[in-house]
């Protein structure tokens, strides 16, 4: 397994934007997908996006497509979601995931970033 450590979350007004980063030291040759989902206290996790580690292929769920980017820099072990034009509904924890399988199953997760979107 890969350790994550997810960080860039904290507050925002309506309409700005975060950076979230997952530093997963060594996650280029030990996983084969990397993931971003949220969720609301009392609510299910949502899956936002996804990334190949080798860039062949990436996912955006369409309740974010157009506002939400995820990319990757591999010199940096870092798995990135750009989220522009946020909501307070964007309010949630977000976390990061790797997945061994081309995320058909999650193996380990980060420890979860707090995004706070003020109206």
């Known amino acids: 397994q890969v350790q994550l450590v997810a960080s860039g979350g904290g507050s925002v007004e309506a309409g700005g934007s975060l950076t979230l980063s997952c530093t997963a030291p060594g996650y280029t040759t030990r996983t084969t997908c990397m993931g971003w989902f949220r969720q609301a206290v009392g609510s299910g996790r949502e899956k936002l996006a996804l990334?190949?580690?080798?860039?062949?292929?990436?996912w955006t769920a369409d309740s974010v497509k157009g506002r939400f980017t995820i990319s990757q820099d591999h010199v940096k072990d870092t798995v990135y979601l750009r989220m522009d034009n946020l909501r307070p509904e964007d309010t949630k924890m977000y976390y990061c995931a790797a997945s061994t399988n081309y995320c058909t199953t999650w193996t380990s997760w980060g420890q979860g970033t707090q995004v706070t979107v003020s109206s």
């Open positions: 990334i190949y580690t080798d860039d062949t292929h990436s």
